[in-house]
């Protein structure tokens, strides 16, 4: 059997694991939406349209 202790202790490593968890999935999710947002002017600026003349 466990004591409280080990209870208490497990529980703070779960509550320090989901905001682990949820600050990573919170950076991977603005990774994505900044990099939809800025995909086009970015793409315009590195590789400028070519107007055959």
């Known amino acids: 059997m466990s004591s409280a202790s ?3 202790s497990n529980r703070h ?3 320090y694991g ?3 968890g949820a ?3 919170q ?3 603005g990774t ?3 990099y939809s947002i800025f995909w086009q ?3 315009a600026e590195v ?3 070519v107007v055959p003349e």
Request: negative net charge; glycine residues 8%.
């Open 32 to 34: 994505v939406y900044g």
């Open 41 to 43: 002017p970015l793409s």
């Open 13 to 15: 490593v779960g509550r």
């Open 47 to 49: 590789y400028p349209e």
């Open 6 to 8: 080990d209870l208490n």
């Open 23 to 25: 600050i990573i999935v």
């Open 18 to 20: 989901v905001l682990l």
């Open 27 to 29: 950076l991977i999710l």
